[in-house]
């Protein structure tokens, strides 16, 4: 599995594309401040109307606001909805 991913990293890195193409960074897009839509995430932590913590693969994303809500999620992305106030990266 490590060897894939190194793999992958080197290829990314020799054809100078975005990092998040090799599928290790988690990648956060934003539509103004009611919508996210979180890619490469591993797992949610904890999930109420005002904080989602999701565990990413190199550590947390806290988002916190107002009448949040998981839209619709897939093992590799979700969608959020609310007022999003912040957004918080912890890494290991």
């Known amino acids: 599995m490590e060897k894939n991913r190194q793999w992958k990293k080197q290829v990314v890195t020799a054809l100078e594309l975005a990092p998040d193409l090799d599928g290790g960074e988690t990648k956060i897009s934003l539509t103004g401040s009611g919508e996210a839509v979180i890619e490469n995430y591993k797992g949610i932590l904890q999930y109420t ?44």
């Open 49 to 92: 109307d005002s904080e989602i913590l999701l565990q990413s693969l190199r550590g947390k994303v806290l988002l916190r606001g107002r009448n949040l809500e998981i839209v619709w999620y897939t093992s590799l992305e979700m969608k959020i909805t609310g007022s999003i106030f912040s957004i918080l990266l912890q890494q290991r």
